[in-house]
């Protein structure tokens, strides 16, 4: 059954965080995936409302983590649209794709662009241990392109602006592009120039460039 408006009594529940009675009509058989009349699902109303138990129980129970509404909004971006960090962490472990709703929604909510930046970063790293060097290097730079003007960065942002500079400058060396990499490094040593990790990286691009001179200077 659903209202004027399509919402469910499952719906219903999922907009007012109400744990057990969203557990207690999946368990009776309610469609987890019903839209409303705004193609919203109880999984969108349960990110808006931010409880992380009840989105927790909807996506065991099979909900669609990439379902979008008919305003082109997935459930990620809502809740980043709310600022519910611990939801969005959820759908970021359950493997949400970040789009550009997502990074829309996320401008101007820095403690969000941590998250999703870091989840980046990991996911580049993980990629990067793996061998699989060029997914790991369009992780680096997809996200390199998400970060607010340089001056504008605080201590937290520059710091893991230098993480990623840092490992694609390490992953376009592994995949014989010394030129990027050489770059990749400055950039990190006009950010923080005591940096000897940087210099390191550098170092070996600029040998592999036969550039031995201006590498023995880095070290």
């Not at 009594?9 to 744990?19: D, E, F, H, K, P």
């Not at 580049?124 to 003007?149: C, D, I, T």
């Amino acid at each position: 059954r659903q209202d004027n408006d399509g919402l469910s009594a499952l719906s219903w529940a999922c907009t007012r965080g109400r744990v057990q009675a969203v557990q207690c009509l999946i368990d009776r058989g309610a469609d987890i995936n019903q839209a409303d009349l705004s193609g919203k699902i109880p999984l969108d109303l349960a990110a808006s409302q931010g409880n992380p138990t009840a989105v927790q129980i909807l996506l065991e129970r099979g909900a669609m983590l990439e379902h979008v509404d008919i305003n082109g909004l997935r459930p990620l971006d809502r809740a980043i649209m709310c600022r519910h960090l611990p939801v969005v962490q959820s759908f970021l472990k359950r493997g949400a794709k970040l789009g550009p709703n997502t990074w829309a929604m996320a401008t101007g909510k820095n403690d969000v662009m941590i998250v999703l930046l870091n989840k980046l970063l990991e996911d580049g790293n993980v990629l990067y241990r793996k061998n699989r060097l060029q997914e790991a290097a369009h992780r680096y730079s997809y996200a390199l392109n998400k970060f607010p003007p340089i001056e504008s960065l605080d201590c937290t942002f520059r710091q893991l602006r230098l993480n990623f500079l840092l490992n694609h400058s390490r992953c376009k060396r592994k995949m014989n592009e010394p030129e990027e990499a050489e770059e990749l490094a400055s950039q990190v040593l006009k950010q923080k120039p005591d940096c000897y990790e940087a210099y390191y990286a550098r170092a070996k691009s600029r040998v592999d460039l036969r550039k031995y001179d201006d590498a023995l200077k880095d070290v």
